[in-house]
C-alpha cells in the first residue's frame, strides 16, 4: 500500500509538473526513476518493520509484487511486454525493496522474544 500511495502521490505531482509547466516527460524522466527507487525502498522498509521477521523475502515479495502489477498494466493495457532495459530496472527494483525489508526489520527491533 506504501508503495502505491506514494506513486499516485508521486503521478500526481509529476502529471501537474508537465501540464502547468514547459517541461516534457524526457526531462523528468531521471526524477521518475529516483522517485520510482525511493517509494520501493520505503515499501520495503514498511513491509519489513511490520513483519519484524524475514525482511529479505518480505521486501522481496513487494518488490515482486510491485512488478507484476506494472507488468499487468503494462501488458493488459498497452498489449506491451517488458523489454530488457525494464526488465534490469524491476530487478534492481526488487533488490532495493529487499534492502529496505532488511533495514526495516532492524530498525524495528527484529523477531520479539515470546
Known amino acids: ?7 499516485m502521490l508521486s503521478s500526481l505531482v509529476f502529471s ?5 509547466t514547459s517541461a516534457d516527460e524526457s526531462s523528468i524522466n531521471l ?8 517509494s520501493l525502498f520505503i515499501g520495503g522498509f ?9 525482511g529479505l523475502m518480505l521486501g ?3 518488490g515482486i509484487i510491485y512488478s507484476l502489477l506494472v507488468f499487468l498494466f503494462q501488458y ?17 527494483f526488487i ?3 529487499m534492502m529496505g525489508g532488511v533495514l526495516g526489520v532492524n530498525m524495528s527491533g527484529g523477531k520479539t522474544g515470546n
Open 76 to 92: 493488459l493495457g498497452l498489449d506491451a511486454l517488458f523489454s530488457m532495459k525494464q526488465m534490469i530496472y524491476h530487478g534492481c
Open 60 to 62: 522481496g515479495l513487494t
Open 16 to 20: 501537474l509538473i508537465l501540464r502547468f
Open 1 to 7: 500500500m506504501a508503495i502505491l500511495i506514494l506513486a
Open 46 to 54: 514498511v513491509s519489513g518493520g511490520k513483519g519484524r521477521q524475514k
Open 95 to 97: 533488490i532495493t525493496a
Open 31 to 38: 526524477f521518475v526513476t529516483i522517485i520510482s527507487f525511493i
